[in-house]
T-cell receptor, first 115, second 112 residues
Framework: DAGITQSPRHKVTETGTPVTLRCHQT?????MYWYRQDPGHGLRLIHY???????DKGEVSDGYSVSRSKTEDFLLTLESATSSQTSVYFC??????????????FGPGTRLTVL | KQEVTQIPAALSVPEGENLVLNCSFT??????LQWFRQDPGKGLTSLLL?????REQTSGRLNASLDKSSGRSTLYIAASQPGDSATYLC???????????FGDGTTLTVKP
């Protein structure tokens, strides 16, 4: 499972409050990703990181920010949560290392409900 | 923009049947294709990874093929079992930072 953990696993919050989700990996992979999964939309990329302090936007980045101050941790922040951000959030790593590989492994997910 | 389609959206078969799940993608310039399994309320488990230069990969009762020129991949499951019941997703990645585009998945039910 590539040693990926996510916290919290479940969270209920109110509209307008800030929320931070944490992804932690134990194997020093360079590439990390945040996805959201919604019925009818599948998995969509929010943000990704290609190293410490190196991040970029995915296809649904509005309303989200990320930070990566250490290789092992990738944080996703909802600055002011909205009901449309109710979703299941998955963190993933990629074994991409300049050679054969490029296999993704996923964390267990965080179920976020915004009331 | 890459688009990935999985057909059918749902499939129900009796135990023991061999079955094929389909995945198609619009841009053939991919780096690799990966098949995942997702159980209800769980994360994604990697099943098979096919590099763009490969035609197929096998793991136990699973065989995945890739035809890059036609933009298609199939996941073949032999002698299906009730424990195979899950949603199967395919994802294609390009050369840019390993980012992937996912299909919506095929939900498989194997009846005892």
């Amino acid at each position: 499972d590539a040693g990926i953990t996510q916290s919290p696993r479940h969270k209920v919050t109110e509209t307008g409050t800030p929320v931070t989700l944490r992804c932690h990996q134990t194997e020093n992979h360079r590439y990390m990703y945040w996805y959201r999964q919604d019925p009818g939309h599948g998995l969509r990329l929010i943000h990704y990181s290609y190293g410490v302090k190196d991040t970029d936007k995915g296809e649904v980045s509005d309303g989200y920010s990320v930070s990566r101050s250490k290789t092992e941790d990738f944080l996703l922040t909802l600055e002011s949560a909205t009901s449309s951000q109710t979703s299941v959030y998955f963190c993933a790593i990629n074994t991409l290392a300049g050679g054969p590989g490029n296999e993704q492994f996923f964390g267990p997910g965080t179920r976020l409900t915004v009331l | 923009k890459q688009e990935v389609t999985q057909i059918p959206a749902a499939l129900s078969v009796p135990e023991g049947e061999n079955l094929v799940l389909n995945c198609s993608f619009t841009d053939s310039a991919i780096y690799n294709l990966q098949w995942f399994r997702q159980d209800p309320g769980k994360g994604l488990t990697s099943l098979l990874l096919i590099q763009s230069s490969q035609r197929e990969q096998t793991s136990g009762r699973l065989n995945a093929s890739l035809d890059k020129s036609s933009g298609r991949s199939t996941l073949y499951i032999a002698a299906s079992q009730p424990g195979d019941s899950a949603t199967y997703l395919c994802a294609v990645s390009g050369t840019n930072a390993g980012k992937s585009t996912f299909g919506d998945g095929t939900t498989l039910t194997v009846k005892p």
